[in-house]
């Protein structure tokens, strides 16, 4: 690779590819893309700037995409890169972060195949194909979420909150423990079983019966910790 890792935890697959931000010992950062085979470099595309957003990288539509402060005041541009070219192939405005109280970080991104999340600390951005415009989903201050298809969601209390749309929140799914993540169809809760272990269960998103997936001894470390 040409750097160090940035620090922000971003890596993602796209295209066969493993990609990630490598930032130099003269501060300067590129986009990484290599062989998750040979872990040899295939390609490093230069960056105008680090990105300050956490993490700093994502995959979506097939796309590349990282985060770069705009020209304009308050303002900031998810760049999107070609697997196909290696190189940069559009971008989309966006308001700027506000969370320096994290680390100096400018951001949130996420992803899921077909949609890329950008959040500050007021609220969080969709943008789709054709990749132009970014939606407001209205999320209020709540940061970070798990991406699921063209939703994201959020543990808030004892409900997992649906935001998708440009009218706030959609839908609320009862909680019976924190939860640990989402895919496009499920959402995945830890709570206590009654043998006293720690279980993971897969509940669906619009219909279906929870089950579970995976159980841990009570006080242990989670298997995917």
């Given amino acids: 690779a040409g750097g160090n890792p940035s620090g922000k935890s971003g ?13 130099s010992v003269s501060q300067s950062c590129s986009i990484d893309r290599v062989d998750p085979a040979t872990l040899q470099t295939q ?18 539509g097939g796309f590349v995409w990282t985060y770069a402060p705009g ?25 700027a972060g506000q969370v ?23 609220t969080t951005y969709r943008v789709q194909a054709p990749w ?10 709540l940061t970070g979420g798990f991406p699921s298809g063209d939703n994201l969601i959020f543990g808030t209390g004892l409900a997992a909150s649906v935001y998708g749309g440009s009218g ?15 895919d496009a169809q499920n959402i995945y ?8 272990n720690n279980e993971l269960w897969r509940v669906p998103i619009t219909s279906g019966s929870p089950a579970e997936v995976a159980s ?8 995917w910790n």
């Fill in 71 to 95: 020209t304009s005041q308050g303002q900031g541009e998810l760049l999107r890169f070609d697997p196909s070219t290696n190189a940069q192939a559009g971008s989309v405005t966006v308001p």
């Fill in 11 to 23: 890596l993602v697959e796209v295209a066969g590819s493993l990609w990630f931000v490598t930032e």
């Fill in 189 to 196: 809760v830890e709570q206590q079983g009654a043998s006293g």
């Fill in 132 to 141: 132009t415009s970014p939606v407001d989903l209205q999320t209020q201050n």
């Fill in 100 to 122: 320096s109280v994290s680390g100096g970080f400018d951001g949130f991104m996420s992803s899921s195949d077909t949609s890329l999340f950008w959040g500050n600390l007021d």
């Fill in 43 to 60: 390609a490093t595309i230069p960056l105008q700037t680090c990105p300050p957003a956490f993490p700093d990288i994502a995959g979506a």
């Fill in 168 to 182: 706030g929140q959609q839908a609320s799914i009862a909680l019976n423990g924190p939860l640990d993540g989402a």
């Fill in 216 to 223: 841990w001894p009570a006080g242990a470390t989670a298997p």
